[in-house]
């Protein structure tokens, strides 16, 4: 069974610093995978998503991750923090190989962002 | 703006109680899902369902029924409600399509207190 692993529960950075949060996931094969961020009482909203076309993959709002399928890994990365990005992202994966609709979801990454 | 509406954001049973969440969508997708979410968890899911009258079970369906009779209502039934339900409970869709196109929209939660 597939799994994700969000290294980090609470990671807090300075307003301008980077911005790195964590994903690992545990697959047989190279799953899709996605980043979602979640606001203050609000639900879940997309930010990106891997579909093998490229391994970097650009988002909404200044995001990117790096698919690294040596590495089991899809890492988010921000250059330049803001405060609006303090938020709660998570990372979710759903096989290339079966027709399992639902994503799995990581235990969630809550970000800081400092003045 | 495409969207997914859960009809309570915030909901006090009491134990014993039968509750239902209600989800509705009005982007016309195939499939609709049902996810808890709590701290440190992340999301996990409960139950989903690809068409009308289909369903299946999620990682975690003990002590949840749903009924999905229209394509776009999918609803979440506690028959009766535990203190261990309390937790967001989080309603998504997604269109069945090409592959990587199962992007899940959200919707914005009901947050259940079970007294």
């Known amino acids: 069974a597939q799994s994700v692993t969000q290294l980090g529960s609470h990671v807090s950075v300075s307003e301008g610093a980077l911005v790195l949060l964590r994903c690992n996931y545990s697959s047989s094969v190279p799953p899709y995978l996605f980043w979602y961020v979640q606001y203050p009482n609000q639900g879940l909203q997309l930010l990106l998503k891997y579909t093998s076309a490229a391994t970097l993959v650009k988002g909404i709002n200044g995001f990117e991750a790096e698919f690294k399928k040596s590495e089991t890994s899809f890492h988010l990365t921000k250059p330049s923090a803001h405060m609006s990005d303090a938020a709660e992202y998570f990372c979710?994966?759903?096989?290339?190989?079966?027709?399992?609709?639902?994503?799995?979801f990581g235990s969630g990454t809550r970000l800081q962002v400092q003045p | 703006d495409v969207k997914v509406t859960q009809s309570s954001r915030y909901l006090v049973k009491r134990t014993g109680e039968k509750v239902f969440l209600e989800c509705v969508q009005d982007?016309?997708?195939?499939?609709m899902f049902w996810y808890r979410q709590d701290p440190g968890l992340g999301l996990r899911l409960i139950y989903f369902?690809?068409?009308?009258?289909?369903?299946e079970k999620g990682d975690i369906p003990e002590g949840y029924s749903v009924s999905r009779e229209k394509k776009e209502r999918f609803s979440l039934i506690l028959e009766s409600a535990s203190t261990n339900q309390t937790s967001m409970y989080l309603c998504?869709?997604?269109?069945?399509?090409?592959?990587?196109?199962?992007?899940?929209?959200f919707g914005a939660g009901s947050r259940l207190t079970v007294l």
């Open positions: 982007m016309d997708h195939e499939n």
């Open positions: 998504a869709s997604s269109p069945t399509g090409a592959p990587g196109a199962n992007v899940l929209t």
């Open positions: 979710a994966v759903r096989p290339m190989d079966t027709g399992r609709r639902a994503l799995t």
């Open positions: 369902s690809y068409d009308v009258k289909m369903k």
